[in-house]
Nanobody, 122 residues
Framework: QVQLVESGGGSVQAGGSLRLSCAVF????????LAWFRQAPGKEREVVAR????????DYADFVKGRFTVSQDRAKRTQYLQMNSLQPEDTAMYYC???????????????WGQGTQVTVSS
């Protein structure tokens, strides 16, 4: 089993930065993929960034490209999401997710954290 615990959320003004962390607990590290999703009130959960745990390759949603960076520290069993140039539309609950197989959309991820709130004011 894999357990995920997010931290680092908070309230910032537009243009500010936050770094989210996702600590991985359990007997093993995810074999394939770690990702960050977000969900704003009344909206569907959407992928923000994905990271291949083996090779370290990453990809991002268009709306965060150039502003957010996903990374991992396998020794610390932690995934990070560095968020710069935050905008009010980035306000959402941010979730860490893990998968041992596919990494395409919400349904592919069996392991989820509890979420951390990010609020950006104008």
């Amino acid at each position: 089993q894999v357990q995920l615990v997010e931290s680092g959320g908070g309230s910032v003004q537009a243009g500010g930065s936050l770094r989210l962390s996702c600590a991985v607990f359990g007997y093993r590290y995810p074999r394939y993929c770690l990702a960050w999703f977000r969900q704003a009130p009344g909206k569907e959960r959407e992928v923000v960034a994905r990271l291949n745990t083996g090779g370290g390759s990453t990809d991002y949603a268009d709306f965060v490209k150039g502003r957010f960076t996903v990374s991992q520290d396998r020794a610390k069993r932690t995934q990070y999401l560095q968020m710069n140039s935050l905008q009010p539309e980035d306000t959402a609950m941010y979730y860490c997710a893990a998968s041992d197989n596919y990494c395409n959309d919400v349904r592919d991820f069996p392991y989820w954290g509890q979420g951390t709130q990010v609020t950006v004011s104008s």
